[in-house]
C-alpha cells in the first residue's frame, strides 16, 4: 500500500495543534460566576426625610455594607408637538363620537330610546339582525351604504343631519344623527 503524500499532513498538523489547544481552553474565565443580587424597585414617592434602606448582605462584600451602585440612566425624553387650539367650528361638540363605528344589536336594544347620534365624517353606524331593504335614509347624498348577512353598514361621507329609519315589531323608529 502507498503511503499519502506528506505535503497534505504538514498543513493539517499545524490546524490539528491549534484545535487541540482551543479545545483544552475553557471559553469563560477560571473561576464561576454567579448571579447578581436582586434588589427590589426605588419607590417612586418622594423620600425626603424617609428612613434609608435596609443594607443587605451581597457575597464577597462585608457585613451590613451595599454594594456601590451607579445613578440609573434617566428615562427619555418625549418631545411634545404643540399644536395651536382648534377653533369652535372645527371643534367636534362633546356629545360626538367622531369618525367611529357604532354598532346597534336589535336583538339587544330599545329603539325606542334612542334619538339622536353624532358622528365625525367618516363614522359608521353597524345596524345588526336586520334584512335587506328595511333600513332607510332620507339623505341618500350624505352616506354610503352596504349590507351583508343581516348587518347594514352606513358610512356618514358628508357632514349634515341624516335620518335613519328602522323598522322593528311592527313599527319604524326614526334616529337622528348629525354629522360633524
Known sequence: ????????????????????????????????????????????????????????????????????????????????????????????????LGAVRYDLVLAETELALLKSLCFATGGVLRIRGIGPGLVTVDRADLVSRSYEAGVVDIRFVRAGTVVVTIPQDGRTYPITVVVV
Open 1 to 96: 500500500m502507498a503511503e499519502p503524500p506528506r505535503r497534505g499532513r504538514r498543513r493539517a498538523a499545524p490546524a490539528l495543534a491549534t484545535l487541540a489547544v482551543l479545545a483544552g481552553t475553557p471559553a469563560c474565565a477560571d473561576r464561576p460566576v454567579s448571579p447578581l443580587p436582586v434588589r427590589p424597585p426605588a419607590p417612586a414617592a418622594s423620600t425626603v426625610g424617609a428612613a434609608p434602606p435596609p443594607t443587605t448582605t451581597v457575597p464577597g462584600t462585608s457585613t451590613g455594607t451595599r454594594p456601590s451602585r451607579s445613578p440609573a440612566p434617566s428615562p427619555p425624553t418625549r418631545s411634545r408637538t404643540v399644536r395651536p387650539r382648534a377653533s369652535a367650528s372645527t371643534a367636534l361638540p362633546s356629545a360626538c
